[in-house]
C-alpha cells in the first residue's frame, strides 16, 4: 500500500483536549450526524467524547472462530481460543486519542475484524481506572473483543532512571515488558504496538510473520542508523558490558519498539523479563544509555531479532525525543504509520499546528470536538493502492 504523494489541502479544525481526573468521568448519551446524514446515538465520556466506529465484518475468507465461545461472553477462557489474532497496547489519558484511533485503523483495513482480541494495559495509578476504560472503548467498539490489565506501576518505579524526555520515564512505557506475565499463559503470541500509530494494511499480514530458530521477536530493523549513539561512553567502554553484542548471528541493529511480533511462549521460557530488569538496575548504578525503555531491548534482542519489512512502521513521524517537527514519510510501502518523537498528531491539530501527514492521522480520529456540534468528516487524503480490503 503506497501513501499518495500529492495530500489534498484541507481546512484547518481544532480538536478540544481536557486532561482530567477520573473522579471526573460520567458516560452519557450523545445526538451526532454522521457523514450520510443520519443522526446516531454515541455512548461517550462527557469530557472526552468519541464517535462510535462502524461495525465491521469479516470476509468470507475468514477462519471461523469457536462459535460456542463466542455466544458466552462471560466466559472467562474467551480469549484462549487459538484463531484470535492478539494485538496488545498500553493505553492511558494522555494517549487515549491515539489509542481509539490506532484500534479504528487496525478494525478498518483488516480482512478478519471479528479474529482480533484485544489487550489493552493501563496503570494502576490513582488516576487510571478500568471501568471507565471499559466504558469508553465498548461505546466506541460495541463489537470488539478485548480486555483491560491493570499494570503495578510498582514493578518498574525503582528501575526507572532519568531520560532525555521526561514522557519516557512514565511506568506504562516498560508494560511491554512484562507482557508474558500481564497476558494469560494461553496466548502464545501478540502483536505489540504503540499508541501513535494508525495501521492502512491488513494486520493479518503481520500475524503471520514467522519468528524463525531461537527468535523471540519481530520488528523492523534499521541497520544504516547510527547503533553505538544509543549507549553511553561508559558502556561502550567496557567491555564487561560491550560484550554482551558478542557472538551474535548477525550485526546488531536498531529497531524500534513501537511494533513487534512476540512469542510469549519463548519470552516466558528464556525469562526475558527478567534479563531486561537486570540491564534496567546497572543503568541505576553506571548510567549506560539515555533513552528510556529502548536500550534494554537492544542489548537483550540486538542481532537476534527476525526482520519484519520497513513498511509496517514508517517511524520518526513526530520528529525526535526532543524536538517536534514535520516529517515526511520513507521512501517504498507503507502499511503502519508511527508518530514516535515528541509530536503526536492530535496535539498538533489542538493547537493547529499540524503537519501535512497529520490530517492522515485524523481520518480515523472518533473524538467529538464540540458536544452539540455535528461530526465534520475530513477530506479525502490518498492511499494509493487497493488492495486492503473494504466493509
Not at 471499559?134 to 478485548?146: A, G, H, Q, T, V
Not at 501478540?190 to 524463525?212: A, F, G, P
Request: hydrophobic share 40%; with cysteine.
Amino acid at each position: 500500500m503506497f501513501l499518495s504523494r500529492s495530500i489534498i489541502c484541507v481546512v484547518f479544525f481544532s480538536y478540544c483536549m481536557l486532561r482530567f481526573q477520573v473522579s471526573a468521568i460520567r458516560s452519557i448519551t450523545n445526538k451526532i450526524i454522521d457523514n450520510s446524514g443520519y443522526e446516531i446515538e454515541a455512548k461517550v465520556d462527557s469530557f472526552l467524547q468519541f464517535r462510535e466506529a462502524p461495525e465491521y465484518r469479516n470476509q468470507q475468507k475468514c477462519s471461523l472462530l469457536d462459535r460456542i465461545n463466542l455466544k458466552l461472553d462471560l466466559d472467562l477462557d474467551l480469549e484462549c481460543d487459538p484463531s484470535f489474532v492478539h494485538i496488545s497496547m498500553t493505553i492511558d489519558w494522555d494517549y487515549l486519542r491515539g489509542s481509539i484511533a490506532a484500534v479504528h485503523s487496525i478494525l478498518k483495513h483488516t480482512s478478519c475484524p471479528e479474529n482480533l482480541f484485544f489487550h489493552f494495559i493501563a496503570s494502576d495509578s490513582r488516576f487510571e481506572n478500568k471501568v471507565d476504560f471499559d466504558k469508553i472503548i465498548e461505546s466506541s467498539f460495541p463489537s470488539l473483543r478485548f480486555k483491560v490489565y491493570m499494570f503495578k506501576e510498582s514493578l518498574v518505579n525503582h528501575l526507572i532512571s532519568p531520560s532525555i524526555r521526561q514522557a519516557l520515564e512514565n511506568p506504562l512505557n516498560y508494560a511491554r515488558s512484562y507482557l508474558g506475565d500481564l497476558l494469560e499463559y494461553c496466548v502464545e503470541r501478540v502483536i505489540y504496538l504503540d499508541s501513535d500509530v494508525i495501521v492502512v494494511d491488513d494486520i493479518q499480514k503481520l500475524w503471520n510473520v514467522s519468528l524463525t530458530g531461537s527468535r523471540v521477536i519481530g520488528a523492523p530493523e534499521y541497520c544504516h542508523a547510527n547503533f553505538t549513539r544509543y549507549f553511553s561512553y561508559e558502556f561502550w567502554s567496557s567491555y564487561e558490558f560491550s560484550k554482551v553484542f558478542d557472538g551474535k548471528r548477525k550485526k546488531p541493529c536498531y529497531f524500534n519498539t513501537g511494533v513487534m511480533v512476540m512469542d510469549l511462549v519463548k519470552w516466558r521460557e528464556g525469562e526475558y523479563t527478567k534479563k531486561i530488569e537486570k540491564w534496567m538496575e546497572i543503568q541505576k548504578v553506571r548510567r549506560i544509555y539515555e533513552l528510556g525503555s529502548l536500550p534494554p531491548f537492544l542489548m537483550v534482542f540486538g542481532g537476534n531479532v527476525e526482520a519484519i519489512g520497513h513498511r509496517w512502521n514508517q517511524h520518526g513521524l513526530g520528529g525526535d525525543n526532543v524536538v517536534d517537527t514535520c516529517r515526511i514519510l520513507h521512501h517504498g510501502p507503507v502499511s503502519l504509520l508511527h508518530w514516535s518523537g515528541k509530536g503526536k498528531p492530535w496535539v498538533r491539530l489542538h493547537a493547529m499546528k499540524p503537519c501535512p501527514l497529520d490530517y492522515l492521522w485524523a481520518s480515523y480520529d472518533l473524538y467529538i470536538t464540540h458536544n452539540h456540534s455535528p461530526f465534520k468528516s475530513l477530506p479525502h487524503i490518498g492511499i494509493a493502492d487497493t488492495d486492503h480490503p473494504s466493509h
